[in-house]
C-alpha cells in the first residue's frame, strides 16, 4: 500500500520522540501449544494494542463472513505463526520472538512451543525473560504443560510469573471456576520453590478470542479487581535488581589502539562500578583502582548492568579475555567443582567423564560431568535416578572444570551463574546449565584486597610485628630471608605481600619497587605508622570500617 | 485504557536504562564477541539505515580502536547511484576496509529483473553473489542487519545463526541460544551469520538515527523525483531496461522506505523529508516495511525459501 495516510495535523512529533526515549523494556515469554489459545492470546494483545499493521490483518482476515457475523473473523493466531513447516503440522516449533509497545513500555515477547519435546526451547525463551506468561485452560486447570512452564521458568529464574487463567467465556466466566485454579497454582509454586524463594505470581481470568481483561477491562468479570493482563505487564517493575548486585564485569576484550590506552571491554554482568572504584581482577587477584570507564560517547563517572562499556586502570595489570573484573569487596565465589542444574539439548545423551567445552561469561575451558545426581520427572516434579540425561531432559550434576570457575550462584546472579556445554566433536550446544553451588571445601575463597608489594624490614622482631598486624586482617603475607630475585618476583607475581628480612643487597631488589619499614626498632608505633604509609600509596584498601560504609 | 495514558516520566527512577541504551549494549556485547571468538569476520554492509545503524555499533563497541574487520558491500549493479556515492565518501570519512563484490558473470550475461523475474534474479546477483563473496575472501562469520520484526521467518532467526558449508539455513535445526552466551565453534567451510540488530524494531532504528546523528542516504528524504506511477507504485526512473508507457513518468513528492535494488523497490509519495517526519509518518503507517519490496510477495513463504538457500 504505497500511499500514505495523511500525518494527523495535530500529531505531536517531538512529545512522542520525548516519551518514546523514556521507554524501557520487558522481555517475557510464553508457552504453549496450538489448542490452548497461545498466539490468539498474542495475537490478540498485538492486535488491541494497535500494533500490527493492516497488511499483516489482511493477510489472516478471512475470505468469508461466518452466519451471524459481521466482518469476515481474524484468525489471531496466524498473527504469531511462523514457519512453512510449522504451518504445515499447525504447531510452533522454535522459539519466535515478537514486537510491541505501548505508551509506557517496549515489549520482546519469546514464544515457545509447549510440548515435552521442546522443553529446550521453552528454556531458550526463559533465559532471557523477566516475565513469564503461563497459560491455563479454565475447563481443564493445572495440566503437565501449565506445570512444566512454571517449572522451567522457576528453575531459569524468572521473578515474575503471570498466570492467564483462559477461555474464561466457556466456563461461563465462573468465579468459583477461576479461585479453585488461583488456589492451585500457589500450591504448585510452593511445590516448587520449597527454600521459599518462589517468583511473585499474579493471575487473571482472560478470553483470548472475545479480548476480555487482556487489554480492556472485562464486563464479564465483575469479581475481577485486578489489571487487565496488558496493564500488568506495563506495570511490573523490572529494572530494580541487575544494578545493586556486586559488581562483575567479564572481560570480552582487550582494546588497545596504541600504546597510550588499554581498555577492558565488556557487558557488565553485575552491579555499578565507579571511576576511583577498587576492583580485582580475577584469576589473577591483583586489585587496582578504575581509572575511567570509557565509551564513545564520553567517559561516565559510573555505570551499571547491563550497560557495554570498557575500562581502564590505575596500574598495569595483565588481564585478558575470559578474566572476570569485580568489586574488590565482594568477589565471587570459586571452583573447580560445581554442582548444576543442566537442560539437556542434544540428541546425543549426557555421558559422564567425557570431555565437554563449557563456556561461563567470555572463557570458554574443557569441563567433565562427573555424576548425573537425579533427572527431574516434570509430569510429577520428583526426582528421579539416572546414570545419563538426553534430549529435554532436565535434572542436576556434578562439573569438573580444567581451570577455576569465577561465579555467583544462579539463584544470586543469571549472567556470572549460567553457562553452556559445546560437544566439541560435533560443536553443538549441548546444553545449559545453571551453577547451584561449589563442591570444594570453601565456597568462598580469600580473595586478595591489596596489591602484591614487597616490604624490607631489617629485624627479625619487627618481621613478626608487621607480620602478625597483616595476618590479623586477613592479607596473604609471606616472610622469607632468601635474597633471591627470581623467588622474590615469583611470590610477587602470586599475588602476595612479600617480607624480605634483613638488609636487602642492591643485587637482589634491583627493578623491584621496596617499601622500607625505617624506624626506630625502639618506637611502639613504628609498624603502625608503616601500615598507614601502605594504605597511602594504595597498597593496602582503605580501613574496613571506611570502606564497608562506602560500599 | 491503561496503554493510551502516557507514563508521568518525572516520577521513573533515574537509574532506569531505556529501551534503546539497552539494545545498544547487548548489540556492542554481538559485535566483541564475534570479533574476539572468530579468524575472519566481515560486516555485511548494504548502505541502508539499518546497515548505517551496524555501523555506529560497531564503532562503539571497539571505540577508541579501530572496527578490527572489513565492510563487504554485495553489490547487485542495479542499486541507486546516491546509495553508491555514499557509501565510497563514507568509506573515505571513516576510513574503512570497504570490499564490494558482484556477479560479474551474470551481469555479463545480462542479468536483471526483468528479463529474469525477481527470484532467478536476486539469487544470481545477491545470492549467489554473496556466498562467492564470503568464500573468496574465507570470511567465517558475517554481520547482517536483519531484524526479527521485519518478517515471520526472521522472527525465529538466532542472533548467531548456523550455516552449512554450502551456506544454507536449517530452520529445524537451529542451535539453542540461551542468555548471551553464544556458541561461535564452527567447523572449517562452515560459517555464522551474525544479527546484532535482532531485537530492534524500525521505530528504534530511525529514533536510534535521530539521537545519535547518524548519516543515512537522501533517497530515504522525500523531495520531488522523477517516477514511474503505475497503479498504487511508484518506480523510479533510473535503469533503462525498466520501460515505460506513455504518459507514466511523471514528477512526484516521494522518498524510498527501504533501499534494495532501483527496479524492484517502490517509492511511496510523502512530505517527510526529516527524520521526525519520516517517523510521524511510520507511526501513522498502517503497512509493513517490507510491503514495498517486490520479492518478499512472489510466493508464500519466499523469504523463508530464499534464506533456506543462504540469502540473508
Given at each position: 500500500?504505497?500511499?500514505?495516510?495523511p500525518i494527523?495535523?495535530?500529531?505531536a512529533?517531538?512529545?512522542?520522540?520525548?516519551?518514546?526515549q523514556?521507554?524501557?523494556?520487558l522481555?517475557?515469554?510464553?508457552?504453549?501449544s496450538?489448542?490452548?489459545?497461545?498466539?490468539?492470546?498474542?495475537?490478540?494483545?498485538?492486535?488491541?494494542?494497535?500494533n500490527?499493521?493492516?497488511?499483516?490483518?489482511?493477510?489472516?482476515?478471512?475470505?468469508?463472513?461466518?452466519p451471524?457475523?459481521?466482518?469476515?473473523?481474524?484468525d489471531?493466531a496466524?498473527?504469531?505463526?511462523?514457519l512453512?513447516?510449522?504451518?504445515?503440522?499447525?504447531?510452533?516449533?522454535?522459539v519466535?520472538?515478537r514486537?510491541?509497545?505501548?505508551?509506557?513500555?517496549?515489549?520482546?515477547?519469546?514464544?515457545?512451543?509447549?510440548?515435552?519435546?521442546?522443553t529446550r526451547?521453552?528454556?531458550t525463551?526463559?533465559?532471557?525473560?523477566?516475565?513469564?506468561i503461563i497459560l491455563?485452560d479454565?475447563?481443564?486447570?493445572?495440566?503437565?504443560?501449565?506445570?512444566?512452564?512454571?517449572?522451567?521458568?522457576?528453575?531459569?529464574?524468572?521473578?515474575h510469573?503471570?498466570a492467564?487463567?483462559?477461555k474464561?467465556?466457556?466456563?461461563?466466566?465462573?468465579?468459583d471456576?477461576?479461585?479453585?485454579?488461583?488456589s492451585?497454582?500457589?500450591t504448585?509454586?510452593?511445590?516448587?520453590?520449597?527454600?521459599g524463594?518462589a517468583?511473585?505470581?499474579?493471575?487473571i481470568?482472560?478470553?483470548?478470542?472475545?479480548?476480555?481483561?487482556v487489554?480492556?477491562?472485562?464486563?464479564?468479570?465483575p469479581?475481577?479487581?485486578g489489571?487487565?493482563?496488558?496493564?500488568?505487564?506495563?506495570?511490573?517493575?523490572?529494572?530494580?535488581?541487575?544494578?545493586?548486585?556486586?559488581?562483575?564485569?567479564?572481560?570480552?576484550?582487550?582494546?588497545r589502539p596504541?600504546?597510550?590506552y588499554?581498555?577492558f571491554a565488556g557487558?557488565?554482568a553485575?552491579g555499578?562500578?565507579?571511576?576511583?572504584?577498587?576492583?580485582v581482577?580475577?584469576?589473577?587477584?591483583?586489585?587496582?583502582r578504575v581509572?575511567?570507564?570509557?565509551?564513545?560517547?564520553?567517559d561516565?563517572?559510573k555505570?551499571?548492568?547491563?550497560?557495554?562499556?570498557a575500562?581502564?586502570?590505575?596500574?598495569e595489570?595483565?588481564?585478558s579475555?575470559?578474566?572476570v573484573?569485580?568489586?574488590?569487596?565482594?568477589?565471587?565465589?570459586h571452583?573447580?567443582?560445581?554442582?548444576?542444574?543442566v537442560?539437556w539439548?542434544d540428541?546425543?545423551?549426557?555421558?559422564?567423564?567425557?570431555?565437554?567445552?563449557?563456556?561461563?561469561g567470555?572463557?570458554?575451558?574443557?569441563?567433565?560431568?562427573?555424576?548425573?545426581?537425579?533427572?527431574?520427572?516434570?509430569?510429577t516434579?520428583?526426582?528421579?535416578a539416572?546414570?545419563?540425561?538426553?534430549?529435554?531432559?532436565?535434572?542436576v550434576?556434578?562439573?569438573e572444570?580444567?581451570?577455576?570457575?569465577?561465579?555467583?550462584?544462579y539463584?544470586?546472579?543469571?549472567?556470572?551463574?549460567?553457562?553452556?556445554?559445546?560437544?566439541?566433536?560435533t560443536n553443538?550446544t549441548a546444553?545449559a546449565?545453571?551453577?547451584?553451588?561449589?563442591l570444594?571445601t570453601?565456597?568462598?575463597i580469600h580473595t586478595?584486597?591489596h596489591k602484591?608489594?614487597?616490604?624490607?624490614?631489617?629485624?627479625?622482631?619487627?618481621?613478626?610485628?608487621l607480620?602478625a598486624?597483616?595476618?590479623?586482617?586477613?592479607f596473604a603475607v609471606?616472610?622469607?630471608?632468601?635474597?633471591?630475585?627470581?623467588i622474590?618476583?615469583?611470590?610477587l607475581?602470586l599475588?602476595?605481600?612479600?617480607?624480605?628480612?634483613?638488609?636487602?643487597?642492591?643485587?637482589?631488589?634491583?627493578?623491584?619497587?621496596?617499601?622500607t619499614?625505617?624506624a626506630?626498632?625502639?618506637?611502639?608505633?613504628?609498624?603502625?605508622?608503616?601500615?598507614?604509609h601502605l594504605r597511602?600509596?594504595?597498597i593496602?584498601?582503605?580501613?574496613?570500617g571506611?570502606?564497608?560504609?562506602q560500599? | 485504557?491503561?496503554?493510551?495514558a502516557p507514563?508521568?516520566?518525572a516520577?521513573l527512577?533515574?537509574?532506569?536504562l531505556s529501551h534503546?541504551?539497552?539494545?545498544?549494549a547487548?548489540?556492542?556485547?554481538?559485535?566483541?564477541?564475534?570479533?574476539?571468538?572468530?579468524?575472519?569476520?566481515?560486516?555485511?554492509?548494504?548502505i541502508?539505515k539499518?546497515?548505517?545503524?551496524?555501523?555506529?555499533?560497531?564503532?562503539?563497541a571497539?571505540?577508541?580502536g579501530?572496527?578490527?574487520?572489513?565492510l563487504?558491500?554485495v553489490?547487485t549493479g542495479y542499486?541507486?547511484?546516491?546509495?553508491?556515492?555514499f557509501?565510497?565518501?563514507?568509506?573515505k570519512?571513516l576510513?574503512?576496509d570497504l570490499?564490494?563484490w558482484?556477479?560479474?558473470q551474470?551481469?555479463a550475461?545480462?542479468?536483471?529483473?526483468?528479463?529474469?523475474?525477481?527470484?532467478?534474479c536476486?539469487?544470481?546477483l545477491?545470492?549467489?553473489?554473496l556466498?562467492?563473496?564470503?568464500?573468496n575472501?574465507?570470511?567465517?562469520?558475517?554481520?547482517?542487519?536483519?531484524?526479527r520484526?521485519?518478517?515471520?521467518?526472521?522472527?525465529k532467526e538466532?542472533?548467531?545463526?548456523?550455516?552449512?558449508?554450502?551456506?544454507?539455513?536449517?530452520?529445524k535445526?537451529?542451535?539453542?541460544?540461551l542468555?548471551n552466551?553464544?556458541?561461535a565453534?564452527?567447523?572449517?567451510?562452515?560459517?555464522i551469520?551474525?544479527f546484532?540488530?535482532?531485537?530492534?524494531?524500525?521505530?528504534?532504528?530511525?529514533?536510534?538515527?535521530?539521537?545519535?546523528?547518524?548519516?543515512i542516504?537522501?533517497?530515504?528524504?522525500?523531495?520531488?523525483?522523477?517516477?514511474i506511477?503505475?497503479g498504487?507504485?511508484?518506480?523510479?526512473?533510473?535503469q533503462?531496461?525498466v520501460?515505460?508507457l506513455p504518459?507514466?513518468?511523471?514528477?512526484?513528492?516521494s522518498?524510498?522506505r527501504?533501499?534494495?535494488?532501483?527496479?524492484?523497490?517502490?517509492?511511496?509519495r510523502?512530505d517527510?523529508?526529516?527524520?521526525?517526519?519520516i517517523?510521524?509518518?511510520l507511526?501513522?503507517?498502517?503497512?509493513?516495511?517490507r510491503?514495498?519490496?517486490?520479492?518478499?510477495?512472489?510466493?508464500?513463504?519466499?523469504?523463508?525459501?530464499?534464506?533456506?538457500?543462504?540469502y540473508?
Amino acid at each position: 500500500m504505497p500511499t500514505l495516510t495523511p500525518i494527523e495535523p495535530d500529531f505531536a512529533i517531538e512529545e512522542f520522540l520525548h516519551a518514546e526515549q523514556q521507554k524501557d523494556l520487558l522481555r517475557f515469554s510464553t508457552a504453549g501449544s496450538v489448542d490452548d489459545g497461545k498466539s490468539t492470546l498474542i495475537g490478540r494483545l498485538l492486535y488491541d494494542s494497535r500494533n500490527v499493521y493492516e497488511d499483516q490483518v489482511r493477510a489472516v482476515t478471512g475470505k468469508t463472513i461466518a452466519p451471524g457475523a459481521k466482518a469476515p473473523a481474524i484468525d489471531f493466531a496466524q498473527l504469531t505463526d511462523g514457519l512453512r513447516a510449522e504451518r504445515e503440522q499447525g504447531i510452533t516449533i522454535d522459539v519466535a520472538y515478537r514486537f510491541f509497545s505501548t505508551q509506557r513500555r517496549k515489549f520482546i515477547i519469546a514464544d515457545t512451543p509447549g510440548h515435552e519435546q521442546y522443553t529446550r526451547n521453552m528454556a531458550t525463551g526463559a533465559s532471557t525473560a523477566d516475565l513469564a506468561i503461563i497459560l491455563i485452560d479454565a475447563r481443564k486447570g493445572i495440566l503437565t504443560q501449565s506445570r512444566r512452564h512454571s517449572y522451567i521458568a522457576s528453575l531459569l529464574g524468572i521473578r515474575h510469573l503471570v498466570a492467564a487463567v483462559n477461555k474464561m467465556d466457556l466456563v461461563d466466566f465462573s468465579e468459583d471456576v477461576y479461585n479453585t485454579i488461583v488456589s492451585d497454582l500457589h500450591t504448585l509454586l510452593g511445590q516448587l520453590n520449597p527454600d521459599g524463594n518462589a517468583p511473585s505470581l499474579v493471575t487473571i481470568p482472560v478470553s483470548a478470542l472475545d479480548g476480555d481483561n487482556v487489554v480492556e477491562p472485562s464486563t464479564r468479570t465483575p469479581w475481577y479487581s485486578g489489571p487487565t493482563l496488558l496493564q500488568h505487564l506495563e506495570e511490573v517493575p523490572v529494572w530494580t535488581e541487575e544494578a545493586t548486585a556486586p559488581f562483575r564485569l567479564p572481560v570480552q576484550r582487550v582494546i588497545r589502539p596504541d600504546q597510550h590506552y588499554r581498555g577492558f571491554a565488556g557487558q557488565i554482568a553485575a552491579g555499578t562500578i565507579h571511576r576511583g572504584d577498587t576492583i580485582v581482577a580475577l584469576p589473577s587477584g591483583r586489585t587496582s583502582r578504575v581509572a575511567s570507564i570509557t565509551t564513545f560517547d564520553g567517559d561516565l563517572e559510573k555505570a551499571s548492568a547491563p550497560l557495554s562499556i570498557a575500562l581502564t586502570m590505575e596500574d598495569e595489570l595483565d588481564i585478558s579475555r575470559g578474566d572476570v573484573i569485580s568489586i574488590a569487596a565482594h568477589p565471587p565465589q570459586h571452583a573447580t567443582a560445581l554442582e548444576a542444574s543442566v537442560v539437556w539439548f542434544d540428541a546425543t545423551r549426557l555421558e559422564t567423564h567425557r570431555p565437554y567445552l563449557l563456556k561461563h561469561g567470555t572463557q570458554t575451558l574443557p569441563a567433565r560431568v562427573t555424576r548425573v545426581l537425579h533427572r527431574t520427572n516434570i509430569q510429577t516434579l520428583t526426582d528421579e535416578a539416572v546414570n545419563s540425561l538426553g534430549m529435554n531432559d532436565i535434572g542436576v550434576v556434578e562439573i569438573e572444570s580444567t581451570r577455576s570457575l569465577f561465579f555467583d550462584p544462579y539463584a544470586e546472579n543469571r549472567a556470572s551463574g549460567s553457562f553452556i556445554l559445546i560437544d566439541p566433536q560435533t560443536n553443538a550446544t549441548a546444553a545449559a546449565g545453571m551453577i547451584r553451588r561449589s563442591l570444594g571445601t570453601a565456597t568462598a575463597i580469600h580473595t586478595p584486597t591489596h596489591k602484591a608489594a614487597l616490604l624490607s624490614v631489617h629485624t627479625p622482631e619487627q618481621a613478626t610485628t608487621l607480620e602478625a598486624a597483616l595476618l590479623a586482617e586477613n592479607f596473604a603475607v609471606v616472610r622469607t630471608k632468601l635474597q633471591s630475585q627470581p623467588i622474590l618476583r615469583s611470590l610477587l607475581s602470586l599475588g602476595l605481600l612479600v617480607i624480605l628480612e634483613g638488609i636487602p643487597t642492591e643485587h637482589t631488589t634491583v627493578g623491584l619497587e621496596l617499601h622500607t619499614l625505617e624506624a626506630d626498632p625502639q618506637s611502639p608505633n613504628a609498624v603502625a605508622a608503616f601500615l598507614n604509609h601502605l594504605r597511602a600509596v594504595h597498597i593496602l584498601p582503605a580501613q574496613k570500617g571506611i570502606e564497608e560504609q562506602q560500599s | 485504557m491503561p496503554t493510551l495514558a502516557p507514563p508521568d516520566i518525572a516520577a521513573l527512577p533515574a537509574s532506569r536504562l531505556s529501551h534503546l541504551q539497552l539494545l545498544e549494549a547487548e548489540s556492542i556485547q554481538i559485535f566483541r564477541e564475534v570479533a574476539s571468538e572468530f579468524q575472519k569476520p566481515v560486516m555485511l554492509y548494504s548502505i541502508g539505515k539499518d546497515s548505517s545503524v551496524m555501523l555506529r555499533l560497531a564503532q562503539k563497541a571497539f571505540y577508541p580502536g579501530p572496527i578490527p574487520f572489513p565492510l563487504l558491500h554485495v553489490d547487485t549493479g542495479y542499486k541507486f547511484n546516491e546509495m553508491i556515492s555514499f557509501r565510497d565518501n563514507l568509506a573515505k570519512e571513516l576510513n574503512l576496509d570497504l570490499r564490494v563484490w558482484r556477479n560479474e558473470q551474470a551481469l555479463a550475461d545480462g542479468a536483471n529483473p526483468v528479463a529474469l523475474g525477481t527470484q532467478r534474479c536476486c539469487g544470481l546477483l545477491k545470492t549467489t553473489a554473496l556466498l562467492d563473496g564470503l568464500r573468496n575472501y574465507g570470511f567465517d562469520a558475517a554481520f547482517g542487519g536483519a531484524r526479527r520484526d521485519e518478517e515471520k521467518s526472521r522472527a525465529k532467526e538466532r542472533i548467531f545463526s548456523f550455516r552449512d558449508k554450502a551456506g544454507q539455513w536449517d530452520p529445524k535445526n537451529q542451535r539453542p541460544e540461551l542468555w548471551n552466551l553464544y556458541n561461535a565453534r564452527i567447523a572449517p567451510g562452515e560459517s555464522i551469520r551474525v544479527f546484532p540488530l535482532s531485537n530492534w524494531t524500525e521505530l528504534d532504528i530511525w529514533h536510534y538515527i535521530l539521537l545519535e546523528n547518524i548519516p543515512i542516504v537522501p533517497l530515504y528524504f522525500a523531495k520531488e523525483r522523477e517516477m514511474i506511477v503505475r497503479g498504487d507504485s511508484l518506480i523510479p526512473v533510473e535503469q533503462s531496461f525498466v520501460k515505460s508507457l506513455p504518459g507514466e513518468v511523471q514528477w512526484i513528492k516521494s522518498r524510498l522506505r527501504s533501499l534494495g535494488c532501483s527496479p524492484c523497490t517502490g517509492a511511496i509519495r510523502s512530505d517527510a523529508d526529516t527524520i521526525p517526519k519520516i517517523i510521524a509518518e511510520l507511526v501513522s503507517f498502517r503497512s509493513s516495511e517490507r510491503a514495498n519490496r517486490v520479492i518478499d510477495h512472489d510466493q508464500d513463504g519466499s523469504m523463508e525459501i530464499k534464506k533456506r538457500e543462504g540469502y540473508f
